[in-house]
């Protein structure tokens, strides 16, 4: 058992990253270790921007969004003399173990501590979830909830007035959020990078909704998609789509980014729960001084995976809900 283990959160912040260090830092001491925290992600570990923390630490912490650790990204975390660096300063505090919450990237850093004799286990928390051997990654359940608010409220709009909403929601390289998002909204069209898709498949489908009496439409759509027939150089896909739309379909159509609302707030009771319970193993896996691991859920139980296994695995969309939102939204 190591006598210290230490945590950081890393990569982009995710609602239920506090609830997660909550039960690392609480679950520690129960296995009597004893934990430190590490602000700032890999870059603040270089820089020593560590302490220990106590059970009082954490309180109050469970139900805030974002990370009290903070998180950032470090460039020099990527040469080997960053990685040396980080190292000497674990061995300089005593730190046999750490754990990353994080993203993929995240986890990339964390396997490549471990080659060189530090303890880590992974745990994932990105609102992407584009983590394979998990289903949900800790701030996916906030991140989707946040967007149903936000798609509820366009809705009014777009019935009051006859519209046509396209809604660009995060997901630069995976559709997980537009497409859980779009069937729990009832959108009329979802785009995601996984699934081809042309722009005037779009505008056929929205003509048709019509033709069966709707009177407005929502769209959404995932940043990193690329629908056929939209050129361009673009930052994310909606400006085109929905300028698409206008053109072609006649309909009034606005556009809606819904950007980086979607990151922060209040963790869901999904987010809490699958953040206290995936941190607990986690500490149990250091407790049990294994290494090289990643926490994931699958259905709902929890497990461990091999992180390089994981690294490697591709995360699938699930494509029955696609399916569903389609047969939903034609009728
Ligand atoms: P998100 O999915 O929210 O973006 P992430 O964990 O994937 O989260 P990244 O920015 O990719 O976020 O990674 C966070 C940090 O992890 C990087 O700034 C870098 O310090 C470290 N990292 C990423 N990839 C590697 C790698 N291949 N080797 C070593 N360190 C890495």
Same mark, same amino acid.
């Given at each position: 058992?190591?006598?210290?283990?230490?945590?950081?959160?890393?990569?982009?912040?995710?609602?239920?990253?506090?609830?997660?260090?909550?039960?690392?830092?609480?679950?520690?001491?129960?296995?009597?270790?004893?934990?430190?925290?590490?602000?700032?992600?890999?870059?603040?570990?270089?820089?020593?921007?560590?302490?220990?923390?106590?059970?009082?630490?954490?309180?109050?912490?469970?139900?805030?969004?974002?990370?009290?650790?903070?998180?950032?990204?470090?460039?020099?975390?990527?040469?080997?003399?960053?990685?040396?660096?980080?190292?000497?300063?674990?061995?300089?505090?005593?730190?046999?173990?750490?754990?990353?919450?994080?993203?993929?990237?995240?986890?990339?850093?964390?396997?490549?501590?471990?080659?060189?004799?530090?303890?880590?286990?992974?745990?994932?928390?990105?609102?992407?979830?584009?983590?394979?051997?998990?289903?949900?990654?800790?701030?996916?359940?906030?991140?989707?909830?946040?967007?149903?608010?936000?798609?509820?409220?366009?809705?009014?709009?777009? =019935?009051?007035?006859?519209?046509?909403?396209v809604?660009? !929601?995060?997901?630069?390289?995976?559709? &997980?959020? $537009? %497409?859980?998002?779009?069937?729990?909204?009832?959108?009329?069209v979802i785009i995601i990078p996984e699934v081809p898709c042309s722009v005037k498949h779009v505008c056929d489908r929205i003509k048709h909704?019509?033709?069966?009496?709707?009177?407005?439409?929502?769209v959404?759509v995932?940043?990193?998609a690329k629908p056929e027939g939209v050129e361009?150089?673009?930052?994310?896909p909606?400006?085109a789509v929905g300028k698409y739309i206008?053109e072609h379909t006649?309909?009034?159509?606005?556009?809606?980014?819904?950007?980086?609302?979607?990151?922060?707030?209040?963790?869901?009771?999904?987010?809490?729960?699958?953040?206290?319970?995936?941190?607990?193993?986690?500490?149990?896996?250091?407790?049990?001084?294994? =290494?090289?691991?990643?926490?994931?859920?699958?259905?709902? !139980?929890?497990?461990?995976?091999?992180? &390089?296994? $994981? %690294?490697?695995?591709?995360?699938?969309?699930?494509?029955?809900?696609?399916?569903?939102?389609n047969?939903?939204?034609?009728?």
């Amino acid at each position: 058992m190591p006598r210290r283990v230490a945590v950081l959160t890393s990569g982009g912040d995710a609602p239920g990253m506090n609830a997660a260090i909550r039960t690392v830092v609480r679950a520690a001491i129960h296995y009597n270790m004893e934990p430190w925290a590490i602000y700032r992600g890999y870059h603040g570990l270089i820089r020593g921007e560590m302490e220990p923390f106590t059970s009082r630490s954490v309180s109050g912490i469970i139900q805030r969004g974002g990370t009290i650790l903070k998180s950032a990204r470090s460039d020099k975390f990527m040469t080997p003399e960053g990685r040396d660096e980080a190292v000497a300063m674990l061995k300089k505090h005593d730190i046999e173990a750490l754990i990353v919450i994080g993203g993929d990237g995240s986890f990339k850093g964390a396997l490549e501590l471990d080659k060189l004799g530090i303890n880590v286990v992974g745990i994932p928390a990105t609102i992407d979830n584009d983590i394979a051997c998990t289903d949900y990654s800790i701030g996916f359940d906030t991140a989707v909830n946040t967007v149903l608010d936000a798609v509820n409220k366009i809705r009014d709009t777009a =019935s009051s007035h006859d519209r046509v909403y396209v809604v660009e !929601v995060m997901g630069r390289h995976s559709g &997980h959020i $537009a %497409l859980y998002s779009g069937l729990a909204s009832g959108a009329d069209v979802i785009i995601i990078p996984e699934v081809p898709c042309s722009v005037k498949h779009v505008c056929d489908r929205i003509k048709h909704a019509n033709q069966q009496g709707k009177t407005y439409n929502i769209v959404i759509v995932a940043e990193g998609a690329k629908p056929e027939g939209v050129e361009g150089n673009f930052e994310g896909p909606a400006m085109a789509v929905g300028k698409y739309i206008k053109e072609h379909t006649g309909f009034e159509t606005r556009v809606t980014i819904l950007g980086h609302i979607q990151r922060g707030g209040t963790p869901t009771m999904r987010d809490r729960l699958l953040a206290s319970r995936l941190a607990y193993h986690a500490v149990e896996l250091v407790y049990q001084g294994k =290494s090289g691991r990643m926490v994931g859920e699958v259905d709902h !139980v929890v497990q461990s995976w091999d992180l &390089h296994y $994981a %690294l490697a695995q591709e995360k699938d969309i699930n494509l029955e809900y696609y399916h569903l939102s389609n047969i939903l939204s034609s009728l």
